[in-house]
């Protein structure tokens, strides 16, 4: 490869008042030649090919100072309709994986390998279930032979799902089992790489290139293999385990993750072997849609088009890692798969529109403008939105009589000596119908929610009939533009809903609108209509014109919908939006759920979204056969005793292959180190080893009190 002189772009960061400087002396490079891209504090060095060829792209920066460039290119078919991206088809035994054959299903044993009795009992019973692949894992010479008498046994038993032997740390163990399972997992991290110390190292050129040679050497007879076997190959990166060598160009970053599968991948096809897919894995989920989309934009600018393992999320094929047994994880993954080639199927979405202000590539926020106090308004409403994400509920008048509801699920802030679990209230309640005037009681209580902030939303036909004083009023687009609005009391706030798709024109009256808030609301019986699209369409109106209202995301669901179809759904819709940085709360209807779980759903999305924090956070890893502890036993063990302390995130990992290659974003990590022993760690820095089980918990309560992070729970009622 030849290195060239950086373009004066590339070589100085100006101020930030002054830009990056990138807009008019952009060049354009070749992205699969753009292998390395160093960090320093004060300038990017670029090696790039001194002679790009056609597929080129512009590279500029992932956001305003950061230090990632980012090809400015599409990372997926259409950003205003689902149209699933068209792949190869790569052949996993019998079973096609790619975008002319359904979202394939797959799962993880949980036995140890050597059990073969039991893991073929295991296996049989997930293809029972549905599941289209099967997952082993494959650690040393022992299991890999167990794996020939595994597959024998199950062809005996005319069981004939492919198996996938995954593989860390261990080449000549890929070697052995590639002669009789479908595919190989190799994890770029650790497959030819030392287990990396998570120090930042400098590599000169030659130390790099050596290091590329020598995984080259390591690499290479597992693709002849598989080449000559007929085999497949899944090359997954993991965020928290990617090597030194990567670490010290690219950092903790969904760049380096990319860029460690890439350097694979060139070898595959140097070796014209394609028959592969590759899958990003982070714990943190917004991490893990950047590295997709930054992964994808770089495939279609170097015209590659392997197809995609996807954890929680839809690809080509897809497994939701439980901490369940693994049958358990094929329901969740066929819901997800339905929901995804449905919406492919019916190409949902709005018109096309011209998308300038999302940020494809990184997590940048957009945090609507929360409520200023007015003069001479006798409520104060600042308390009516979270700054860090709002949970609204909508609630009927009986619930509303109800004072175990409305005490301890909205107004524990007016209850003395309230368990710390309740204390995750709502922020702004939806009042469909008002009580009559003459129902004192659900007056007064509407009275005292906003009297300590809590928002009460009432739509417009309710305020205007019977009102309710110091209310916000719900108004539609189409209320506001007849200007029934204005028979509302002068300086009635104002909550606009929208449906995301209307014309430009008909938004044209939010420009002159005080609202609140908008909601962001479509029917859930719409078929074509996208609400993720829809959502995309009207947050880059309000940027475009610089409406700054908050959005809350508003799905009603239709009666009787199961509550994992529910979560599933709140994620892919509102999730998606929410990764994105685009919205500011949720607000979930479904007429026959209950109020608690709806709450909770809401709060859990705004977390796993790294929006807000309400609960200790926990990264626990599926079981596997490396497990060397029942995970769900302990798992349970250390919630009952540390769910209490919100800001804080534990990471509990079978072992140490799971450990660091997945608790990248914990505080700190419970890990099976041996049998029957716990290594503790803080961040990604073991501090104890080899702690009898017995013992393992309380040794973690300590660490967490030695690191100033413990509060005692209060005492129950």
């Not at 032979?145 to 038993?157: G, P, R, S």
């Not at 995984?215 to 598989?226: D, G």
């Not at 759903?601 to 200790?616: E, H, I, P, V, Y």
């Amino acid at each position: 490869m030849a290195t060239g002189a950086a373009p004066p772009s590339f070589t100085g960061l100006k101020s930030k008042d002054n830009g990056l400087g990138f807009s008019k002396s952009m060049e354009f490079v070749r992205v699969c030649n753009l292998q390395r891209v160093k960090f320093h504090r004060t300038k990017v060095s670029v090696i790039r090919n001194s002679n790009p060829g056609s597929d080129i792209a512009e590279l500029r920066p992932a956001s305003e100072g950061s230090l990632l460039l980012v090809p400015r290119q599409k990372y997926c078919e259409s950003t205003h309709k689902t149209v699933r991206r068209k792949t190869r088809t790569v052949m996993v035994g019998n079973v096609a994986i790619g975008s002319e054959h359904p979202i394939r299903i797959q799962t993880m044993t949980t036995t140890d390998t050597k059990d073969i009795a039991g893991t073929v009992e295991q296996v049989m019973k997930i293809a029972d279930t549905g599941a289209d692949i099967v997952r082993i894992t494959v650690q040393g010479k022992k299991e890999a032979d167990a794996c020939f008498e595994i597959k024998n046994t199950l062809v005996q038993k005319n069981y004939n799902i492919p198996l996938v032997a995954d593989i860390h740390f261990a080449p000549p163990v890929a070697m052995r089992v590639a002669e009789c399972f479908d595919k190989i997992r190799v994890n770029p991290g650790n497959f030819a790489d030392r287990r990396a110390q998570f120090e930042q190292l400098e590599y000169t050129e030659d130390d790099y290139q050596k290091e590329l040679e020598h995984i080259e050497q390591v690499f290479v007879p597992l693709v002849e293999k598989c080449k000559k076997y007929g085999r497949a190959m899944r090359i997954g990166t993991n965020h928290g385990s990617l090597s030194d060598r990567i670490m010290s160009y690219y950092g903790d970053s969904p760049r380096g993750m990319v860029e460690s599968a890439f350097e694979f991948a060139r070898i595959c096809r140097k070796l014209d072997f394609h028959n592969f897919v590759f899958s990003m894995k982070a714990s943190n989920p917004v991490i893990m849609v950047q590295a997709y989309r930054l992964l994808v934009a770089e495939m279609y600018v170097q015209g590659w088009d392997y197809p995609l393992h996807l954890g929680d999320g839809l690809g080509d094929t897809i497994r939701v890692s439980l901490t369940e047994p693994p049958e358990e994880e094929i329901d969740p993954c066929r819901k997800l798969a339905n929901l995804g080639m449905r919406a492919a199927n019916l190409q949902q979405g709005v018109a096309p529109f011209e998308e300038k202000h999302r940020r494809y590539f990184d997590f940048q926020r957009r945090t609507g403008q929360l409520p200023v106090q007015k003069e001479g308004e006798e409520v104060d409403y600042r308390g009516v939105l979270h700054r860090d994400g709002s949970v609204l509920m909508s609630v009927s008048v009986d619930q509303l009589k109800t004072p175990e509801l409305l005490y301890r699920s909205l107004a524990a802030k007016l209850a003395v000596g309230m368990p710390f679990k309740d204390l995750a209230t709502v922020d702004s309640i939806l009042l469909r119908e008002l009580p009559p005037v003459d129902d004192k009681d659900s007056r007064l209580a509407l009275k005292r929610l906003i009297d300590i902030s809590m928002g009460v939303i009432t739509p417009l036909s309710e305020q205007l009939t019977r009102p309710l004083p110091n209310a916000v009023v719900l108004v539609t687009l189409k209320e506001l533009s007849t200007g029934a609005h204005k028979l509302l009391p002068e300086g009635t706030r104002l909550a606009v809903s929208a449906r995301g798709d209307e014309s430009y024109e008909e938004l044209e009256i939010l420009k002159n609108i005080d609202a609140t808030m908008v909601l962001h609301e479509l029917p859930y019986a719409e078929e074509k209509i996208g609400r993720v699209q829809a959502a995309r369409r009207l947050f880059d109106y309000l940027s475009e014109n610089d409406l700054n209202f908050p959005v809350i995301h508003h799905i009603q669901y239709q009666k009787g919908i199961h509550r994992d179809d529910l979560v599933i759904a709140a994620g892919a819709n509102a999730g998606a939006l929410l990764v994105d940085g685009f919205g500011d709360g949720i607000l979930l209807e479904a007429p026959d759920q209950d109020f608690d779980f709806l709450r909770n759903t809401s709060f859990n999305l705004l977390q796993g979204c790294r929006m807000r924090n309400t609960k200790t956070e926990y990264v626990s890893c599926p079981s596997c056969g490396r497990t060397l502890f029942d995970l769900q036993e302990i798992s349970a063990e250390i919630r009952e005793k540390t769910s209490h302390l919100p800001g804080v995130s534990i990471a509990i990992m079978g072992c140490i292959v799971n450990g660091p290659g997945e608790m990248a974003d914990a505080d700190f990590g419970y890990v099976g180190g041996a049998p029957g022993k716990i290594d503790l760690y803080v961040g990604k820095t073991v501090v104890k080893r080899a702690i009898a089980m017995e013992q393992a918990t309380d040794a973690l309560i300590q660490l967490i009190k030695d690191h100033g992070r413990w509060v005692d729970p209060p005492a129950e009622e």
